[in-house]
T-cell receptor, first 113, second 117 residues
Framework: GNSVTQMEGPVTLSEEAFLTINCTYT??????LFWYVQYPGEGLQLLLK?????DKGSNKGFEATYRKETTSFHLEKGSVQVSDSAVYFC????????????FGQGTTLQVKP | GAGVSQSPRYKVAKRGQDVALRCDPI?????LFWYQQALGQGPEFLTY????????KSGLPSDRFFAERPEGSVSTLKIQRTQQEDSAVYLC???????????????FGPGTRLTVL
């Protein structure tokens, strides 16, 4: 079945450092891929998405490219800020009609000033 | 506008009690999802509604779990005879009709944290 695997955290970085959070997936067909973020005390929010191979999703300085050949959707940001501290979830939506999301286990990012 | 709301935000139940968790989706959203998020894990799909029809309940872990959305708006997730392993955050999400909003985006509520003692 479909699944998502994320790198384990926590990831601790200094402000302005480069961020990569790895995400790989297993799916049949052509899934859509997402990154969701959960800030402390808040609900899940969509950060970015890509719906087909080679698409790049971007938002708030974050980027991720849908790589079908490596079944990956790694999240990157060139210069993190303290306010980026949160839990990041990679997710996929398969080809079924229900639209249910399959999430990775989440990666906690801590950015120190 | 108002987002997805859930109530109660926190619920403590004794083992064996029944609980009911409520979700108010964004007005006009036809799709509604329930997810279960155990501590330190990602959300896991429970069930899906399109309007009042429950089209997928493959993620419900046992027959103690029951969800309904009788008028195609508010939804209730009911857990009977709660067990300790039911302790988790229960998330509700809704999404707009196709062509009326960002494709594929699900809008999540803040969740209900259930603790079973």
């Amino acid at each position: 079945g479909n699944s998502v695997t994320q790198m384990e955290g926590p990831v601790t970085l200094s402000e302005e450092a480069f961020l990569t959070i790895n995400c790989t997936y297993t799916a049949t067909g052509y899934p859509s891929l997402f990154w969701y973020v959960q800030y402390p005390g808040e609900g899940l929010q969509l950060l970015l998405k890509a719906t087909k191979a080679d698409d790049k999703g971007s938002n708030k300085g974050f980027e991720a490219t849908y790589r079908k050949e490596t079944t990956s959707f790694h999240l990157e940001k060139g210069s993190v800020q303290v306010s980026d501290s949160a839990v990041y979830f990679c997710a996929l939506k398969g080809s079924s009609n229900t639209g249910k999301l399959i999430f990775g286990q989440g990666t906690t990012l801590q950015v120190k000033p | 506008g108002a987002g997805v709301s859930q109530s109660p935000r926190y619920k403590v139940a004794k083992r064996g009690q029944d609980v009911a968790l409520r979700c108010d989706p964004i007005s006009g959203h036809v799709s509604l999802f329930w997810y279960q998020q155990a501590l330190g894990q990602g959300p896991e799909f429970l069930t899906y509604f399109q309007n009042e029809a429950q089209l997928d309940k493959s993620g419900l872990p046992s027959d103690r779990f029951f969800a309904e959305r009788p008028e195609g708006s508010v939804s209730t997730l009911k857990i009977q005879r709660t067990q300790q392993e039911d302790s988790a955050v229960y998330l509700c999400a809704s999404s707009p009709p196709r062509g009326e909003g960002p494709l594929d985006e699900q809008f999540f509520g803040p969740g209900t944290r259930l603790t079973v003692l």
